[in-house]
Each structure stands twice: as structure tokens, then as C-alpha cells.
């Protein structure tokens, strides 16, 4: 189960990254929206996606 939670906590992670890089790279070239979203909205999104690989890979951490 711990495995399990730590490829979980890889991809969401890596999946929080992208969302951050789409937001940024689309607020230099002054789109201010994304897909109906504003960019600010997808970078919160976005940090929050890492934010919980960071407590996911912590779960798998403390657990050993």
C-alpha cells in the first residue's frame, strides 16, 4: 500500500508541475485564460496538486 501511495504522490506531483508550467507559459503570452480557468486559478491548482505529492511521499516516509 505504501508503493502504492508513493507512485501516487510521483504523479500527482509531476502532474501539479505541468499545471504550474501551462499557467505560467500562458500568463507571458498575456492569454489570461486557460481552458475557461484564469491562470492564477490553474497555478493555486496547481501548487496544490504538489502540495498533496508532498504529504503523500511524507505518508510513505513516516510509515517506515
Do not use: P
Request: charged share 10%; proline share 0%; net charge positive.
Amino acid at each position: 500500500m505504501t508503493k502504492l501511495i508513493g507512485i501516487a504522490g510521483n504523479i500527482v506531483g509531476v502532474l501539479g508541475v505541468l499545471v504550474c508550467l501551462v499557467a505560467g507559459v500562458s500568463r507571458l503570452r498575456q492569454n489570461w485564460d486557460v481552458a475557461g480557468f484564469e491562470t492564477m486559478v490553474l497555478f493555486n491548482v496547481g501548487i496544490g496538486l504538489m502540495v498533496a505529492g508532498c504529504l503523500a511521499k511524507l505518508q510513505v516516509l513516516g510509515s517506515k
